[in-house]
């Protein structure tokens, strides 16, 4: 009997699951690769910084107490380590601590932000202002209000990704309740002109929001500068945990939102629920060592951008930037090879995580929206690469990053039939295609 | 700013002296008469009497609740709509009793302009207020809302509930 069981909790406590890696290299759905590639995708998700965990690992195992706990200390430790955390993520965005609230991530920040004040103010304020460019959640929410009966404005681009200041001023109506613009754009890393966009809206007296999710840690968020109303941030972009993130909310003017989570009041109303202790720490930790490290992190990712940039360039011809090259974020390089398709050369780059567009959209066989914005042609859309640089991105990963971009680059053109024909001087856009 | 300031220190000074003159069973002073539960005739007998002095001292003020009931009543300047309510059997919550630390006296001005008459709210006020049950644009604390004479013919909303909502329609009285 006693060997029975022994043997059932020996049985149980082998892995079932067949190793991922072998000597071999991986295999991972239908897929061989020599080993884990080189992580280039920084946009889409950072690591998470060692010090960060370090400091979010106590509040799982030893003061795990809810911090509405008011009674006893496990609630009263959790309760500071959470305030703490929330002076951190202020001070990086030049905020008071009483203006921050947490949230489950940006997508919950930009939702409370474009519906909550819309339906708080939805009196007189019918008008919604946003751009073409903004992230799903954003364009998901106004189109919600759309069905709801709110107007909104999608304001174009221009070519090189920024929006154009006098068509923000002409698009603000008296209804007008929000004006939505993100700060550093996802897919293509340009800059929008925040303060003069800040000031237009001061002027007209319209509540500003911005998703400032992958802008936090890398430039220089100022709320008072930018004049924002309400900025959503993001965790797990600057190198802290998943699944937490936290929303700005101005408190003079107030700019007051209908929460989208009711329950027993926490965050000050806006967001109901148990505040995740040890993610809140992780998020502040990550803000506090964004906010010593940011200038050098932007230094040497500027020179890795650089070096991986011209190191294509000499090689090959053909590359595109898309979006602005002066108003941009150095850390995310958003290139088109012309002649080559995205997809396929993501297939030929197995060794290097990158991506072609944003991962939100990455689900559908569309181009991305955000290049079509840009008015790039149809064929040059779907030739997009987006390269994520961060903190942790060596030299030699760059250069490996180069060496297979290239080579693939090159046999794809090789086979690419549309390649042969301008390489015989044949202008294809003229030519009358026998099918569809 | 010193102006409403001692505006507010007079209504305090005022809110005190009728509370001890309510404790210690004093003949109340002239000046602020205790309104009984009479509430649609309340002093306007003794007030037509008198002509401009009581006029000046009381404005009326209408509560209406959330089944579009009205109350109409007489609140003398420099009483809180808080107090004014709880003297007249209306149903306003004051959990806190006045002193900016809860959202259950929350009251909702049906007129723009008479919210716009209305001092601007202090810091905790707003605080306070972002956490009441059904906030609006025109949504103020019922303690912080002092009579003054500008405000003649205020109409206040009550919320349908508070943020202590007991779901079964338990309502706690005033202590």
Redesign the interface.
């Known amino acids: 009997m006693a060997s029975k069981i022994m043997a059932s909790t020996v049985r149980r406590t082998l892995p079932h699951i067949r190793p991922l890696s072998t000597a071999a290299g991986i295999s991972i759905k239908g897929v061989k690769i020599s080993g884990r590639p080189l992580y280039l995708d920084m946009q889409a998700t950072s690591p998470v910084d060692p010090r960060v965990l370090d400091a979010m690992l106590p509040y799982f195992i030893s003061q795990y107490g809810n911090p509405h706990s008011r009674t006893h200390l496990y609630g009263w430790e959790s309760d500071q380590a959470v305030e703490a955390a929330r002076a951190q993520v202020a001070s990086l965005i030049h905020a008071s601590p ?1 203006e921050i609230i947490f949230t489950s991530g940006a997508t919950e920040s930009n939702n409370i932000s474009v519906k909550g004040v819309m339906r ?2 939805n ?1 007189n304020k019918k008008h919604v202002i946003t751009t073409q460019t903004e992230h799903k959640c954003v364009l998901d929410s106004c189109r919600h209000l759309q069905q709801q009966g709110f107007d909104v404005t999608y304001l174009p681009v221009k070519p090189d990704g920024l929006i154009d200041l006098n068509e923000l001023r002409n698009s603000i109506r008296s209804d007008t309740g929000l004006v939505s613009v993100m700060a550093v754009n996802n897919e293509i890393g340009v800059i929008q002109p925040m303060e003069e966009i800040g000031r237009i809206c001061m002027e007209f007296g319209v509540p500003f929001h911005t998703d400032a999710a992958q802008a936090l840690g890398k430039i220089r968020v100022d709320v008072n500068k930018w004049n924002v109303s309400l900025m959503s941030l993001s965790g797990h972009k600057v190198y802290g945990p998943k699944g937490v993130g936290a929303l700005y909310m101005r ?2 003017p ?1 700019i ?1 939102v209908e929460p989208q989570m009711n329950g027993g ?1 926490q965050e ?3 967001r109901s629920g148990t505040v995740a202790t040890p993610l809140v720490v992780g998020m502040g930790a990550a803000c506090e060592i964004a906010m010593k490290e940011m200038e050098y992190d932007a230094k040497r990712v500027v020179k890795l951008k650089d070096r991986l940039l011209n190191g294509i360039r000499t090689r090959l011809d053909g590359v595109m930037v898309n979006g602005s090259m002066e108003r941009r974020y150095a850390g995310n390089l958003n290139l088109s090879f012309a002649y080559v398709e995205g997809e396929s050369l993501l297939m030929g780059l197995k060794e290097v995580a990158v991506s072609t567009g944003s991962a939100c959209t990455s689900a559908s066989l569309e181009p991305s929206y955000v290049l079509r914005a840009l008015g790039v042609d149809d064929d040059m859309a779907h030739t997009s690469v987006r390269f994520g640089i961060g903190r942790f991105t060596t030299e030699e990963e760059v250069d490996k990053v180069v060496e297979l971009t290239v080579n693939q680059v090159k046999k794809l053109r090789e086979m690419s039939p549309l390649y042969e024909m301008v390489k015989e001087g044949i202008d294809y856009k003229s030519v009358q295609w026998a099918q569809h | 700013m010193l102006a409403p300031k001692s505006l507010q220190l007079g209504a305090q000074a005022i809110k005190g002296l009728s509370r001890v003159s309510h404790f210690s069973k004093f003949v109340a002073p002239a000046t602020i008469p205790c309104v009984q539960d009479g509430e649609l005739y309340s002093t306007t007998a003794t007030s037509s009497a008198d002509g401009g002095n009581e006029e000046k001292e009381k404005i009326s003020v209408t509560f209406v609740d959330k089944d579009g009931e009205e109350t109409q009543i007489k609140v003398p300047i420099g009483m809180s709509m808080l107090e004014a309510a709880h003297q007249n059997d209306i149903e306003l919550e004051g959990a806190c009793e006045g002193s900016l630390a809860c959202s259950t006296c929350h009251v909702i001005v049906m007129d723009v302009e008479h919210y716009n008459k209305l001092e601007e709210p202090t ?1 905790e006020e ?2 306070m207020l ?3 049950f059904g ?1 609006t ?1 025109t949504s103020r604390l019922g303690c912080q809302v002092i009579a003054k004479p500008e405000l003649d013919g205020l109409r206040l909303a009550l919320p349908a509930a508070t ?1 202590n909502f007991a779901v079964d329609g338990f309502k706690p009285k005033p202590h």
Do not use: P, S, T
């Open positions: 009483k708080f103010y009196e408190r003079r107030r007051r009041g000050r109303g806006v | 810091d707003n605080d972002d956490l009441a906030l644009e943020r």
